[in-house]
């Protein structure tokens, strides 16, 4: 067979991939087939990978080295570089951002001679408590399908396979094993599994990973509806589908029964415990399965072609893994920082009236930083999804948490010193730093200094879920926390002349405190670069421009399900997994986030998609032009009216008509920088499926719709229009 080569940073011609890959099928005995669809066992990989599948050298099949790359290559020693964690990427809106990003982490996991990444984080915000929020993309599935997509097609430029998880509903870490996420079939189809059929259509991930929880009664990865009927069958997605790490399996047949294609992390024998004392299911009972016509053998070919095929079409059967490499610090730094730049939000600017940022160089004479290891460091989130700092830990951890088995418990800090940088700025002014443990020192550099800068860190990680959206406290979070940071802000706020409290956050946070603060900002965990990029926003040297990808509620009771989850870590259950599965009813349906606040016509404290700039952008001239295929051609004029350069993020809602009982729902955004005084028209096509419902197939309603655009989820936005919609059927989904 003559076949062109596929070129490293190309993804090979599809046809030609699924060709090659039926070709090889043929050579392959039974014991290389089921060597290729499961992981050989916790630290198998010979270069240090979570998860390790061996190749078939006499093929030509390479091992794959997956490696956890939420925000960057998890691995100690290297010099990966920490990026902000992904809720930040999301906090951007900027698509091209995520591109870079995921490019990026590619260059890096292929240099360190890995060719997997397991960063393609997505679950839906559904409990801003979940600690893992900080490594998805927020609360609306057009965002998060859209942002992973783009951080996929990056990914996609290197021969670097790439993943879309956890599939699905893994929406809280409380009883992640065996939560049994129940929600009906609309709500399941317009909410939690958009971002991932936008994600997966769009952004061609290699694999999708089934999760831990079960959804609607089976456990994802044994849950033949989600795997082949709407992953692979309705979304005909051609890749496969691996399983979380240990637990995410309970049964051979089951699981491969029902679609999975990889075991993970698997074992070199199925018939002993793993090293955690956990059985496996992909090695020899999978053999015998198949010998006995438990499983088709079909069902294992189709497993091996889907793998081959992820190969072929990522460039990896023909380009050779080169030598390892050695990170370029310089290029991810720069990397670290723009993404951060980016990032950030300004949630409030305001002092009585006259906005305390950005901090003025040629009035200002002293500052007093305040707290939050912000001489030294910023903070990061725990788990999979953290990178290891690069070098000795800049911050010690006060309580070095649980056992072996569980996360760490902690934080990662990354030698990026907020202080050092707000100096550099201020050369010549007085910058004091107080820790923030002594709050009368505290309150005294405060009172004499112009301005009082309170950094305030909030830890999260996978495996525990926060009690509290309140920031956490010396009580809270022992391993993290030397005092009460609630307690501080208020004490330096009744002193000090002016406040600016800078947020380094997982998740949202609650601020009773709020009104005493004149500016806030959310940097999120920004990553190796965290330091210099706060204080290019507080300086007004980088405009902001971040809005937020998730509800800061005013206190937990406005949440969908309050009293859903419980705080602390999570220990691994080990051999003695409790096999009942514990109901968590989502019935609170589609009202999650900017929809529920809107619906029940509530007001949060800082809504989906708000974000202050340094410039002030108004909004004209709003044209909504159907066309004949359904989408929908919107387009406003925007202007920067005030007198700096920045960029808005001009987002654009609808509503459905009313007898749908659809909440509002975001169908689209342009991100648009503009030089002062400019003036441009902004055109987007929303494509018709912007406007489906699940009606047991997609369909446009038909009636009378709203389409509004401004600047954040609240109210009717800017400018606000009618959309008459005809029905139509959505043949090719959402
Ligand atoms: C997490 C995954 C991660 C895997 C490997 C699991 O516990 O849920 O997100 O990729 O571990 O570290």
């Known amino acids: 067979m003559s076949c062109a080569v596929a070129v490293a940073g190309e993804v090979a011609p599809a046809q030609e991939a699924d060709a090659r890959a039926a070709a090889l099928l043929q050579q392959m005995t039974q014991d290389e087939k089921v060597q290729l669809v499961h992981g050989h066992g916790w630290n198998s990989s010979p270069i240090g990978a979570i998860g390790f599948v061996k190749g078939v050298a006499r093929l030509g099949i390479p091992d794959i080295n997956y490696l956890d790359s939420t925000a960057g290559p998890h691995i100690k020693d290297k010099n990966a570089t920490p990026l902000p964690s992904p809720i930040g990427i999301a906090a951007s809106w900027n698509p091209a951002l995520a591109f870079d990003v995921g490019r990026h982490i590619a260059i890096e996991l292929r240099t360190l001679g890995f060719n997997a990444g397991l960063g393609g984080g997505i679950n839906l915000t559904r409990e801003p408590r979940n600690g893992r929020t900080f490594e998805y993309l927020g609360e609306d599935p057009l965002?998060?399908?859209?942002m992973l997509a783009a951080r996929l097609k990056g990914n996609n430029t290197l021969p670097v396979l790439g993943v879309a998880k956890h599939f699905a509903l893994n929406d809280q870490e409380t009883n992640r094993f065996t939560a049994n996420a129940i929600v009906d079939e609309r709500v399941l189809r317009e909410y939690y599994l958009l971002p991932f059929e936008i994600?997966?259509?769009?952004?061609q991930p290699t694999s999708v990973m089934c999760s831990y929880n079960a959804v609607n009664g089976e456990k994802s990865c044994e849950n033949r509806h989600l795997v082949t009927d709407i992953l692979k069958g309705e979304w005909a997605f051609p890749g496969y589908v691996q399983s979380d790490w240990a637990?995410?399996?309970?049964?051979?047949?089951r699981s491969a029964n029902a679609g999975i294609d990889e075991e993970q992390p698997g074992s070199q024998?199925?018939?002993?415990p793993d090293a955690y004392g956990l059985a496996t299911f992909f090695n020899q009972k999978l053999g015998r399965a198949v010998a006995a016509g438990r499983v088709p053998q079909s069902r294992l070919d189709d497993m091996v072609v889907r793998?081959?095929?992820?190969?072929?079409?990522?460039?990896?059967?023909?380009?050779?893994?080169?030598?390892?490499?050695?990170i370029d610090v310089a290029a991810g730094d720069s990397m670290a920082l723009r993404a951060a730049q980016e990032s950030i939000v300004l949630l409030k600017n305001d002092n009585r009236g006259a906005p305390v940022l950005p901090l003025d160089r040629s009035r200002l004479k002293s500052i007093a930083v305040i707290g939050g290891h912000a001489d030294v460091a910023v903070i990061s989130g725990g788990g999979s999804g953290q990178v290891p700092p690069r070098g000795a830990d800049p911050v010690t951890c006060r309580t070095p948490g649980a056992n072996a088995l569980t996360i760490p418990l902690c934080a990662n800090w990354y030698a990026s010193s907020p202080l050092a940088a707000i100096r550099a700025k201020l050369p010549a002014g007085k910058v004091t730093f107080s820790s923030g443990e002594d709050r009368q020192a505290a309150v005294d550099s405060a009172a004499g200094a112009d301005v009082a800068i309170i950094f305030a860190t909030q830890f999260v990680s996978e495996q525990m879920d926060l009690k509290t959206l309140a920031l956490p406290s010396d009580v809270t979070d022992k391993a993290n926390q030397a005092y009460d940071q609630v307690a501080l802000i208020e004490a330096v706020a009744a002193k000090a002349k002016r406040v600016v409290v800078v947020l380094e956050n997982g998740t949202a946070v609650t601020m009773p405190w709020a009104p005493k603060a004149n500016a806030i900002v959310t940097a999120w965990y920004p990553g190796i670069k965290g330091g210099e990029a706060i204080a290019d926003i507080l300086f007004g040297d980088v405009n902001p421009s971040g809005r937020l990808p998730l509800s800061f509620p005013n206190d937990e009771s406005e949440l969908a399900q309050p009293t859903a989850t419980r705080a602390g870590p999570m220990p691994m259950p080990g051999a003695k997994q409790p096999a009942k599965l514990i109901p968590y009813p989502h019935d609170e349906g589609l009202l999650v986030g900017y929809r529920r606040y809107d619906a029940l016509k509530r007001k949060p404290l800082f809504a989906f998609g708000h974000g202050l700039s340094y410039t002030r952008f108004t909004y004209s001239g709003l044209k909504i032009a159907p066309q004949a295929s359904g989408d929908v051609e919107v387009s406003f004029t925007?202007?920067?009216t005030g007198s700096r350069a920045g960029a808005e993020v001009a987002q654009i809602y609808a509503a459905l008509p009313t007898a749908v009982g659809e909440p509002k729902r975001l169908i689209g955004w342009e991100k648009v920088t503009l030089a002062p005084g400019e003036r441009?028209?902004?055109?987007?096509?929303?494509?018709?499926?912007?406007?489906?419902?699940?009606?047991?197939?997609?369909?446009?309603?038909?009636?009378s719709a709203r389409v509004m655009v401004g600047g954040s989820s609240e109210g009717q936005g800017a400018l606000s229009g009618k959309l008459d919609l005809t029905a139509r059927r959505l043949p090719g989904g959402a």
């Open 638 to 640: 925007l202007a920067n």
């Open 307 to 326: 793998k081959l095929r992820a190969l072929y079409r990522a460039g990896l059967m023909d380009a050779p893994q080169p030598a390892i490499g050695s």
């Open 269 to 272: 024998n199925d018939d002993k």
């Open 199 to 203: 994600a997966v259509k769009e952004g």
């Open 143 to 146: 965002l998060a399908g859209k």
């Open 680 to 703: 441009r028209r902004v055109s987007t096509t929303v494509s018709a499926a912007r406007f489906g419902i699940w009606q047991g197939g997609w369909s446009v309603p038909a009636g």
């Open 247 to 253: 637990l995410a399996v309970s049964d051979t047949e």
